[in-house]
């Protein structure tokens, strides 16, 4: 087991005795390189979620945080490791079963919000129910109830162009929590966003966490955000790490 590897398993003890949602052992990802040695993005990565969790990784642009997520929430698959979600081994799984596993299981929330234009804010949220096969009767009032989590019932009827940035994130919040998810997975979810706006969101999101016990893994810049989180790691030249300093109170 290298250094960082005993530094995060080091932090892992539970004292509710629950079983991790999410574990990581031994995860490599590199991509090939023209003319030279493949870039190596993710060396020996070992980690533990537990549900309810809210875990912040931060690292330079470019150290592989993107690529982390994308493996965690199974867009993308590693070279070598495992990843299992409640025990249970994802890599193994075909990829059909992995799409219908992110439909269900997984919520995401990216630096660029990919709402559908010509949606309204309520449509934007459903979307994920529709495509699972809820119908739509159905998935409305789910849906108002998301938006009325985040503040925007009286946007329900807006499109997209006639949102403000936050209100787009904050659609793409709620779409992302649609079909109850396990795990919701955040990437610079408020890079675009002014400062006022991203920690009004930085604030909604942990509230949310809070009250549904919702667990989030977050990629993020921003360092005030990540010391909200209950653990931070750092990702660094292939290596995550977890850093030793508490969170904000």
């Known amino acids: 087991m290298n250094e960082s590897s005993q530094i995060i398993e080091s932090g892992l003890a539970n004292a509710s005795g629950e079983s991790p949602l999410v574990r990581v052992r031994s995860l490599s990802k590199s991509f090939p390189a023209v ?18 969790e809210v875990v912040a990784i931060v690292g330079e642009s470019g150290s592989g945080k993107s690529t982390l997520l994308h493996i965690l929430g199974a867009l993308d698959r590693p070279d070598s490791g495992e990843l299992l979600f409640n025990n249970e081994s994802l890599l193994s799984r075909s990829d059909k079963d992995l ?21 309204s804010a309520l449509e934007n949220v459903m979307m994920p129910a529709l495509v699972s096969g809820m119908a739509p009767s ?10 009325d989590r985040v503040g925007l019932t009286h946007r329900a009827s807006h499109r997209p162009g006639e949102l403000s940035g936050g209100e787009k994130q904050r659609v793409a919040m709620a779409r992302a929590l649609m079909n109850d998810p396990v795990l919701i997975l955040a990437d610079e979810p408020t890079g675009n966003l002014d400062e006022q706006t991203a920690e009004q969101l930085h604030n909604e999101m942990i509230r949310l966490s809070r009250e549904i016990n919702q667990t989030f893994i977050l990629v993020t810049h921003n360092k005030g955000f990540a010391l909200l989180a209950d653990r931070v790691f750092s990702l660094e030249h292939g290596i995550l790490t977890q850093q030793m300093q508490t969170k904000l109170s």
């Not at 003319?35 to 309810?52: A, H, K």
């Not at 439909?103 to 709402?115: E, M, W």
């Open 138 to 147: 159905a998935a409305s009032p789910r849906a108002m109830e998301l938006l």
């Open 35 to 52: 003319g030279r040695e493949p870039l190596i993005v993710l060396s020996d990565v070992n980690l533990d979620v537990f549900p309810g």
């Open 99 to 119: 799409s219908d596993f992110r439909n269900k299981r997984i919520g995401f929330v990216f630096q660029f919000h990919h709402l559908l234009p010509e949606f």
